[in-house]
């Protein structure tokens, strides 16, 4: 086999196997299977699109202000120099 046949073979075969990655069926337990316990400290059994949305500690908004112009840096009393 020549060169481009081999280089064809293998990005045929990566782009059937990404083709797999890409499920859109929702999440739902195993037949026979229940959801996890509930919590408890939670009300009610918390439902699958629930429980894999990431909370505010797993993802954090960005609290940090982008500089929009050129800024005097304040003072810091911990910015010291090395010892040695």
């Known amino acids: ?7 064809f073979c293998v990005c045929l075969c990566a782009a059937v196997a990404l083709t ?9 337990p195993r037949q026979g299977e229940n959801l996890p316990v509930k919590p408890e400290s939670s009300l009610a059994q918390p439902t699958v699109d629930q ?3 990431p909370g505010p500690q797993a993802k954090p908004k960005r609290s940090d202000d982008l500089l929009t112009r050129s800024e005097e840096r304040r003072d810091d ?8």
Do not use: E, N, S, Y
């Not at 797999?20 to 739902?28: F, N, T």
């Not at 009393?77 to 040695?84: E, W």
């Open 1 to 7: 086999m020549t060169r481009r046949t081999v280089t």
């Open 77 to 84: 009393k911990f910015d010291l120099p090395p010892k040695g």
């Open 51 to 53: 429980m894999i949305t």
């Open 20 to 28: 797999a990655c890409g499920g859109r069926v929702k999440l739902q």
